[in-house]
């Protein structure tokens, strides 16, 4: 039995995925989990299913505490298949549950199963169903982070299961926020958060403050946040409000991260005067080379960083292709706060950094320019050059950072 309580007659029904280590092109070094939950009330509750593949693990745990056949209600947060893939095998033995979903969660079921036996009602915000001592109200979060997505609360237990939002792409034996805090630490609990916010959801910034503050203007109490990833916030869900708060009004570190990539070396040089340099000038610092890092990495001290400096070689008149993953990665997650630069080294005709700075502009990121290149290998002369990039960019980001002080 692998269920645990997480509030009265409410339950943790998930699974653990300990070996997954791409998510959709996301790394996952930690695994992840797929969090769902079922209520045991006079109408039984299922909230999200798991992937399709821990279809067994899941059912398992439902049957530990009641026949599948008994749920009444399906609650599907979001349709993506990591939550909604097994609900044709939960459908299988329970035909009869009413599932309760947004407008656009029932039109994109219809693509994934053969919905026409079903009892779909759709709902937006506001609207509510009772199960017996609980009642459950909806809240939609349109592109948080897909059309259909949307999170329901619990009132009497003060619950709100958040679907994608305040989880981590984290496999644990710990459910629970403070339980993983006394078994290893805060700060990777707000790395995991930080590295999921940035590699999922960093577009949605200006919605997700506005969905937060709606959410606080409802004057709904919060107990206790369970996200359909990672770990439970049970002791302090007001860190998971403030990180996010935080984090979609652009704030961030005081520090560079330097990512690039090198062909002969070269390009690799030069981030060490330039590392340096900003050093100096007092800012913390980050060299990341990109073929050594996995993308959600660089990702991550990207959005961990109020600057960041891109470096690349140059390869026939453009940008080296690892970089250039680099920057389509970072052009779809639209990021906005941040100021950047560029640096490389070229053989006999340059390209690179004028990519990038190209790129930059398109993103519409401040930048630091101009760049600094160097021909072939770097001179004792081109290293002092570097130091002073350096220096003079974190003199630079420094003044971009008061503004979001």
Known sequence: MNTIEIKPDIYWVGAIDWAVRDFHGYITPNGTTYNNYLILDKDITLVDTVKYDFAEFGLTNIRSLVDPSEIKNIIINHIENDHMSALDRIMELAPNAVIYTSVRGKEGMARFFDTSGWNIKTVKTGDEINTGKYNLMFIETPMIHWPDSMMTYIKEAQLLISQDAFGQHYASTSRFDDEFVKNASLAELEDATVDYYANILMPFGKLIKTKIKQILDMGIPLDMIAPDHGLIWRKNPDKALKMYTDMASGKTNLKVAIIFDTMWHSTEIMTQPIMLGVRDEGVDCKVIKLRATPMSVAIKEFWKSRGCL???????????????????????????????????????GGGAVKWLYNEFRQMKLADFEPGVQVQYRPSSEDLEKCYDFGRDFAKRVKEYHKEFE
């Open 310 to 348: 891109v470096g690349s070689p140059t390869l026939n008149n453009e940008v080296f292709p690892s970089v250039a993953e680099f920057t389509t990665h970072l052009k779809g997650l639209r990021p906005k706060d941040r100021i950047t630069g560029a640096f490389g080294s070229y053989g006999w």
